[in-house]
């Protein structure tokens, strides 16, 4: 079983920042074993891919609309995943989520993983 919870979200000025972290509880087993990713979903619309790190953490991908701007990390010994935005635009408002599959892969499509947090909300004004 594993459980996701996201923080960090709030709200912030355009051309601010904000890093968001994702907390994983895993009975039987290892954080380090699964792959990570972040979505979001603005009102209205469908869910995006966002980032994604490998289990190792040696394999990152970007949505084209972040690259530059945001940076995924991992911190195995805390359980955790983190998503630093940078330069924040009032597109990138939306609920963020994070995800996770057991995985030595990470995957740009949502429905490769298994394990999902509530969500945590980022606003970006103008």
């Known amino acids: 079983q594993v459980q996701l919870v996201e923080s960090g979200g709030g709200l912030v000025q355009a051309g601010g920042s904000l890093r968001l972290s994702c907390a994983a509880s895993i009975s039987g087993g290892t954080f380090g074993r699964y792959a990570m990713a972040w979505f979001r979903q603005a009102a209205g619309k469908e869910r995006e891919f966002v980032a994604a790190?490998?289990?190792?953490?040696?394999?990152?991908y970007y949505a084209d609309s972040v690259k530059g701007r945001f940076t995924i990390s991992r911190d195995n010994a805390k359980n955790t995943v983190y998503l630093q935005m940078n330069s924040l635009k009032p597109e990138d408002t939306a609920l963020y989520y994070c995800?996770?599959?057991?995985?030595?892969?990470?995957?740009?499509?949502?429905?490769?993983?298994?394990?999902w947090g509530q969500g945590t909300q980022v606003t970006v004004s103008s």
């Open positions: 995800a996770a599959v057991y995985s030595s892969s990470a995957y740009t499509l949502d429905y490769k993983y298994d394990y």
């Open positions: 790190i490998s289990r190792s953490g040696w394999n990152i």
